[in-house]
């Protein structure tokens, strides 16, 4: 499947957590009804790792990559915290597109402050990520899943 069916399906499966979400919190505490999701994601995800035999892989993630990786983990933990106890005082069709601002903020956050130079995109910028030269643009997308990461070309650390 391309991309645009993975990302088809997120959204499919997005609107139904908004649904489930909504129903699930209802009467219940939304920090132990995101403990509950969490658990159930852990123990799905831990399945299909397993299922797909990469589990072992685990040690060989090099410390930068868990450490962003980590980060990533604590924001998504305060984003369905805080989701979540949207969910329970307001309405699922209002929260779930103010949910989806983090788009925006995404673009907002890569690109980075205003006055640093992006390097251009193109041939160019392959051959100075296989030599290592660096730059100084905070992040923007390189098609072929290279992303510029402060100061260097990072292959698979965007989507």
């Not at 969490?38 to 930068?64: E, H, K, Q, S, Y």
Request: proline fraction near 3%.
């Amino acid at each position: 499947m391309s991309w645009i069916g993975y990302a088809l399906l997120s959204a499919v499966l997005a609107g139904l957590v908004a649904i489930l979400g909504k129903i699930g919190v209802r009467g219940v505490d939304s920090t132990l009804a995101t403990t509950v999701r969490g658990a159930i994601m852990f123990g799905a995800l831990l399945a299909v790792a397993l299922a797909r035999g990469t589990l072992g892989d685990l040690w060989t993630v090099d410390r930068r990559a868990m450490l962003y990786i980590a980060l990533s983990g604590l924001a998504g933990a305060g984003s369905w915290l805080c989701y979540f106890r949207a969910l329970q005082v307001g309405d699922a069709l209002r929260v779930a597109p103010v949910d989806r601002l983090s788009g925006a903020v995404t673009l907002v956050l890569a690109s980075g402050p205003p006055h640093v130079r992006r390097p251009p995109l193109g041939r160019g910028n392959r051959a100075e990520a296989a030599s290592g030269s660096r730059g100084t643009a905070a992040s923007q997308e390189l098609a072929g899943g290279q992303v510029w990461v402060k100061g260097a070309w990072v292959k698979g650390a965007c989507c």
